[in-house]
Nanobody
Framework: QVQLVESGGGLVQPGGSLGLSCVASGSIFSINRMGWYRQASGKERELVAAITSGGSTNYADSVKGRFTISRDNAKNTVSLRMNSLKPEDTAVYYC???????????????WGQGTQVTVSS
C-alpha cells in the first residue's frame, strides 16, 4: 500500500508565492520520476513540472522561470515552489510519483489527493 499526502496550497494574491509538498509513504522499494500536475475548472489535467531520480527537470512553458521542482530522496518528498503567481495558475494541483514496491519488478504511478491553489486579488 502506497500513500501520497500533499500539503501547501491555498489563496494568494497575484505576484505572490506558494509552496507545495508531497510525501510518499508505505510499501516503497524505489522511486523514479516525481511530478506535479494541475487541473483548472473545465480543463484537462496538465503536467506542470517533473523531476527524475537523477535530478533532471522539465517544466511546462507557462511556468518556466517561475516554478521550481525539487525532491528529497531520503524523505520520499517532492516539492514545488511557485513564484510570481498569476490568476491563470489557479487549479487543483496533484503530485504524481512512480513507485516500485518491494515485491514488484516495475513501477506504478500514484496520485495525490489534490490541493487547491487559488490566485486572486
Amino acid at each position: 500500500q502506497v500513500q501520497l499526502v500533499e500539503s501547501g496550497g491555498g489563496l494568494v494574491q497575484p505576484g505572490g508565492s506558494l509552496g507545495l509538498s508531497c510525501v510518499a509513504s508505505g510499501s516503497i522499494f524505489s522511486i523514479n520520476r516525481m511530478g506535479w500536475y494541475r487541473q483548472a475548472s473545465g480543463k484537462e489535467r496538465e503536467l506542470v513540472a517533473a523531476i527524475t531520480s537523477g535530478g533532471s527537470t522539465n517544466y511546462a512553458d507557462s511556468v518556466k522561470g517561475r516554478f521550481t521542482i525539487s525532491r528529497d530522496n531520503a524523505k520520499n518528498t517532492v516539492s514545488l515552489r511557485m513564484n510570481s503567481l498569476k490568476p491563470e495558475d489557479t487549479a487543483v494541483y496533484y503530485c504524481n510519483v512512480e513507485i516500485r514496491a518491494p515485491t514488484m519488478v516495475r513501477y506504478n504511478r500514484y496520485w495525490g489527493q489534490g490541493t487547491q491553489v487559488t490566485v486572486s486579488s
